[in-house]
């Protein structure tokens, strides 16, 4: 699930990402555009409900593409992307739209 706050002083755009509490795991990593696709950049915070979050600004205006890497081995999409597109390995990346 994708949650966006705009700032009307500031070319950003706050985007807060939340995996679904039906994916059970230890860790999981938001990789995308953002980060260079590291996959060991941007660790999610667990939260007690079961879900991950990760809060990030990101400039207005443009799309990025993203996927949630879940225990160091398994990928998965957003549920509730803004769209997704076709990537180069197997399946779909997530797109989120600021």
């Known amino acids: 699930m994708l949650k966006k706050q705009y700032f009307k002083k500031k070319p950003t755009c706050r ?17 995308g555009d953002f980060n260079d696709w590291d996959e060991e950049a941007t660790l ?22 993203f996927r949630y890497l879940v225990n160091g ?16 390995y197997t399946g779909d990346n997530s797109v989120v739209v600021t």
């Open 73 to 88: 081995s398994e990928w998965h999409n957003d549920w509730e992307a803004d769209k997704y597109v076709p990537n180069p």
């Open 44 to 65: 999610m915070d667990k939260l007690k409900d079961g879900r991950f979050k990760m809060v990030l600004d990101l400039e207005k205006d443009r799309e990025y593409q």
């Open 15 to 31: 985007v807060t990402f939340y995996t679904p509490s039906a994916i059970e795991a230890e860790t999981i990593f938001l990789v």
